[in-house]
Structures are given as C-alpha cells and as structure tokens.
C-alpha cells in the first residue's frame, strides 16, 4: 500500500482559516505535518504612513477574539518608542481589562471550541441525569449546573435538537468516535457547563466593557494612558466589576477546574491526548502587571522542555523567515526590518482521502515550496512553542508563588505526573489553570488601583512627537495564545515599519529553511488515525493550542478591488 493523503481544511470551531495536511503509512500513523493559512489579511501594511498614536485602534482589527491584545500591543508598542511611562492607575487598568480578555478566552476555548473534542455531545443523551449528579461530587464538592433536574431539562434540550434531526451547533462532528473517553454520565456534566458558559461568556464581556466602554474592541486606551477616567472614579463601577468577576470566579472553580480533573483522569492512557509535546522549547513573557512593580507571571525560555533551567528572553535572537511562507523575500529578519510583500503562488493537483476514505484527486499542498500565509518565527534560529502550557510551566520552573501551588493541587487532583503538562492535555489543562491563576489574582491589582486612586489621580501621561527624530520600540508580552510581539519605527512623526509576531505564528508556523517544524506540525508526527475520515486525534492536538489563524496572519484587497458588500437592516 501506498502512503495515503489526509487534508482538513477548514479546521473549525477556530478564529480564522487554518488547513491541515498530513501523510498517513500503512498503520494509519502519521509521519508528514503540514499547517497552513489559507488567508491573508495585511494590518502590518494598513498602519504604515499614519500617525502613531492611531495604530493601536487598527491592530486591534487583527482579530475579533483577542481584540485588547492587539490594541495593548499597538499602544505600548508606540509608548516603548517614544519613551513614554504610563502613570499607575493606566498600568493596573490594564490589568483589570486583561482578567476579562483572558477568562472569555479560555472558558470559550474549552467549552465551545476544544470541549466537542472530548465530551461526546449524542453519548450524553444516554445519560442517567441522577447518576451524572452523582458522579458531578467526584470532582468537586459544589458542582456547578449539575442538580439531577437541571441535568435532566440540559438533556431534553438537547434530544429535542436530536429529534428534529439536527443537532444545531452540535452536528456534523465525529459522535462515537472509539477515543471519546467519557462516560455518558460524564459528557452530560460537559454538556450542561457548555450551555452555562453562553451565560457567563456574557458576563465577562460586560467586565470587559465596564473599563473598555465595548467589547469586542474596547476604546478606551491611548497612548500614554486611559481615558475611561469617569468609570474608575464610579465605586457603582469598581463593585460592579467585581460582582462580575466573582461569577466567573464560581464557574472556572465550580465547572472548568473540575471538569480538567475529570478530563485528566479519564484521558490518562490516550495517546492522542497525552503523548505528544510538539515542539519542546518553550517561550514566556511578564504579564500582569498587579502592583507598581509586581507582576503575576514572569518571562522566559526553557531549551528541550528541560526544566532544571530557565534562560532569560534576548530580543535580539528573534527572526521570521518566509521560505515556505507565500511571501517574497524568505530571508529570516528581525522584527524591525520585517517584510511582508506577498507573493501567492497557490495549491497544486495532487490526490487526497475523500468522505468515502478512497483516495481522490484534489487540490493539495506544494510542500516543497510555499503552502501558508504564516511566516516562521524562530529564536536563535530555532522553533519556539509559546501558550499556557509555555507560561505555566516556565513560571512552575521559576518557582512562581501563583502558579506552583495550584499546579501542584491540580497534580495531585489527577494522579498525574509533571511530566503529563507536556502534552494536548497539559496544553488544555494549563489553559485552565491559566484563567483561574489571573482571576484568583486580579484583586491584587484591583486593591493596588483602589488605594493608588486615593493618592494620585492621573491616568495619562504627557508627551511629544520630535517629527526631526526616529524612534523604535516594541511590545512583548504573554496574551491567551502565548507570546505576542509588536514592533514599530517611526520616522517623520507617521510609522516607518510595523510587524507583529504573534503566538498562532510560532505555533502554526511552516517549516523553516532548515526543514524545523513549528508546533502544530511537530505534535501530530506520530499520531495513529483510527479512522481516516474522521480525524479527531489530529483536531484534539490542533484545538488545544486555541488556534487563532487571524492573529497569525493579520481583508485587504491590495489592489482595492471590492471583496464583498454587506447590507444591514435594522428593522428586521
Ligand atoms: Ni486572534 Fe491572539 C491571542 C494574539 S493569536 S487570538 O491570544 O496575539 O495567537
Ligand atoms: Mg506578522
């Protein structure tokens, strides 16, 4: 037999257009990776010539998931350049908005993006409601959403969607798939955190709004600070936040951490969940800033997931190339003097498994040559892995006092080993352990804001655009994916050059000229397919890295051509 061609394009329940491709042997075992971009978006070209104190509102654009990030990124990128130190209260404003970003991120990941990929949605109407309330005690002592009652109209809900033969937002997945390790009683617990998270994802947007006047894309930063000057001085606004923060307090320790624990038990033997690490080095930035010079996690780079020593982060080793990257120059540049010139030279003819599992013609991948939108960041000349798993461990490896006793707790929860993090569970484990870390801690910068407000009322600092002068700065830090990186040059007072490098760019990215693998790539080398048609083992590995393929690629037509129009009707 003959090697055998498997394409998932689109990879769904994602931001963006991701396409993966592997060759399968004999066994079903794969043994090529590829991950690729299908679309190109071009924010880093649309700042340049404007005025710098505009680019945080347009990075922001990059995406529509970690909208703040982008636009903090954009901000503090122009405020490195310039010099400019914001006063305390911005700093720790920031932070409050952070929390939100970071608890809508993860809860949305697990439960409506990763949480199909290991709760079996139709195996949950088998259920016994009273058993599954049970069961629910197992995990936690106050289970959220998980009365027998509750589980039983969760389940009703659900069969009524069954009946009319449509699932609704739970059709077309892989049901019964042999590595779904979930009990039916299990999956019903899943299921009814999932329809709560709709609820509580509502709640964190509104938190997010409280400081940011919106959400998605808040408003309210500016270089040198933040303008929502009349919310902080509201104590109706501070104690509603905090209202709101302590609902999603309830529901990541009532519902996520519990159900990880769940998931880490249950999954402990499956080797699409706990044998692979993808790439071993890992890759960290300080964020959070909870107290003037406090911050909740601390950055680093740890070399071939040894964690008997973490080395510090130089910003100098850090290049993108583009030698399979649908761009022209393929050279690996620093941020600063990045390119981002397309050049599109598209799929080729080839042959892939169809729905039937027989092999088809269709449009594939040209492996050898460019088959992404996405660059191929690397440190030192080499592939980085960045996320939760990254932050957690690093900082674990560091001795954090915010992230070592939670770790530990989580450990002894499960049964698990350290060495279980390095994996597609320890990827969505330490997402959750993540959210709960930032939101147990952001009283520390809300006490800090509270108290600094007494003394020292301003939220903006002062500053000039020399036009005569050419500045350079940058943003680094850790966001919901890992490790995100703006960059910027000024010069005649507008933007000379822009670049981005962001967490899905590290992990998604190509292969590099040394034929180096990015991490989506590296995790699925090895991966044994029970079913061609149905590859779930490869979109487990895929989903636990959250991708977000808008952020690695950050709709322009650059020839200014219409793509589409859109009317609304606000009276419908
Ligand atoms: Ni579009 Fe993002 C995050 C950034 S991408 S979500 O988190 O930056 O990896
Ligand atoms: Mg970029």
Known sequence: MSDKRVVIDPITRIEGHLRIEVVVDDNNVVKEAYSGSTLWRGIEQIVRNRDPRDVGFFTQRICGVCTF?????????????????????????????????????????FYHLHGVDWADVVSALQADPKKASEEAFKYTDTPYACGADKLKEVQDRVAAFAKKGNLGPFANAYWGHPTYKLTPEQNLIVLSHYLECLRIQRIVAQMMAIFGSKNPHPQSLTVGGVTCVMDLQSPARLGEYLTKLKECQEFIDRAYYPDLVMAGRAYANEPSVVGDVGVANLYTYREFQIGANEWLFDSGIIKNGDISKVYDVDTNKITEEATHSWYQNPAPLHPYDGQTEPNYTGLIDGESIDDKGQMAHSKIFNTKGKYSWIKSPRYDGEPLQVGPLANIVINYAKGNKYVVPLVDKFLADTGLPISAVFSTLGRTATRMLEAKIVADNTILAFNALVENLKVDSETCAKYVIDKDKEYRGFYMGHVPRGTLSHWCRIKNGVIENWQAVVPSTWNASPKDSKGQMGSYEACLIGTKLADLTQPLEIIRKIHSYDPCIACAVHVMDMSGNTLSEYKINPNL
């Open 69 to 109: 990030s982008h636009y903090k990124a954009g901000i503090v990128a122009v405020e490195n350049a310039l010099g400019i130190k914001p006063p305390l209260n911005a700093q720790l404003t920031r932070t409050l908005m952070n929390t939100a970003l970071f608890i809508h991120d993860h809860i949305v990941h």
